[in-house]
């Protein structure tokens, strides 16, 4: 039997402008034609379409499909199995995503309400950035550290975010003076000030051992929207990110014991 464009929309579930376009990519071209010049798909062209549909459902692209069929070579079971597993990744970060977004609604009922006035009062010029916020969860989504930062920071009061920033304010002054007087990184005034920002992390929102600084100050130089959570951008010094971060450094290895990996001073 043979059917036209229009049987074939209806009972595949495609609209006629998609058979067309398979038709020009060369996926799925009608094999017969009526009397009249109609294109007609014939039984082998709807089995093909069938495999199209469903390599389309599993998110495979038009290209891959095309090369599956056009190429002899090409191993279906072993695209499939590729596909299996992208599918699953993919199910897993969505996962996550779906915990970030719960955390999030918690966070919204059980947070502190401030007004856009009050918020510029407590947190100045310091941002947070929705979207690095999103992606720390994201990385962090099976830390117990994570958890209870977020936990502590959605139970903070607007008095203690007053005083957390304080603190942040004061911490950020005497580390910019010992940048801008050109202390060594590596010097006991930098790493006490890296063991300050440590401990103000391990009093406010999460214990934060030396390991887990050092991951932390890294951030400050990968991406910029970690260390505008320090440091404003308007306060920011070229190479500062870098000073910070081997001060951290250098504090951890004093913890260790050891020597830090950094050469330079600053």
Not at 100 to 119: C, D, K, N
Not at 155 to 179: S, Y
Not at 222 to 247: E, H, N
Request: net charge negative; charged share 30%.
């Amino acid at each position: 039997m043979s059917y036209s464009v229009g049987q074939v929309s209806a009972f595949a579930g495609v609209t006629v402008r998609t058979l067309h376009h398979y038709d020009k990519a060369g996926l799925l071209s009608p094999s017969d034609r009526s009397h009249a010049g109609y294109r007609l798909y014939s039984e082998a062209d709807l089995v093909r379409l069938q495999q199209i549909l469903f390599y389309r459902e599993l998110g495979f692209p038009l290209d891959e499909i095309a090369a599956i069929f056009k190429d002899p070579q090409v191993n279906p079971l072993e695209r499939l199995r590729a596909r299996q597993r992208q599918l699953g990744e993919e199910i897993a970060r969505l996962q996550r995503l779906a915990e970030v977004a719960e955390r999030a609604i918690e966070v919204q009922r059980t947070g502190v309400s401030l007004t856009p006035q009050e918020r510029f009062e407590v947190f100045g010029e310091i941002t947070f950035d929705l979207s690095y916020a999103t992606e720390a969860e994201v990385k962090w989504a099976h830390s117990q550290g994570q958890r209870e930062a977020m936990a502590r920071a959605a139970a903070h009061t607007k008095e203690d975010w007053r005083r957390l920033m304080g603190e942040a304010a004061a911490w950020r002054a005497e580390l910019l003076a010992a940048f801008d007087e050109g202390e060594p990184s590596n010097g006991e005034r930098a790493m006490d000030l890296a063991e300050e920002h440590r401990s103000h992390i391990s009093r406010w929102f999460t214990s934060c051992p030396p390991d887990m600084h050092r991951r932390i100050a890294d951030d400050f130089v990968a991406d910029p929207r970690a260390f505008a959570l320090v440091i404003p951008p308007s306060q920011q010094r070229p190479g500062l990110a870098a000073y910070t971060r081997k001060a951290v450094h250098a504090n951890a290895a004093r913890h260790a014991g050891g020597r830090t990996d950094f050469e330079e001073d600053r």
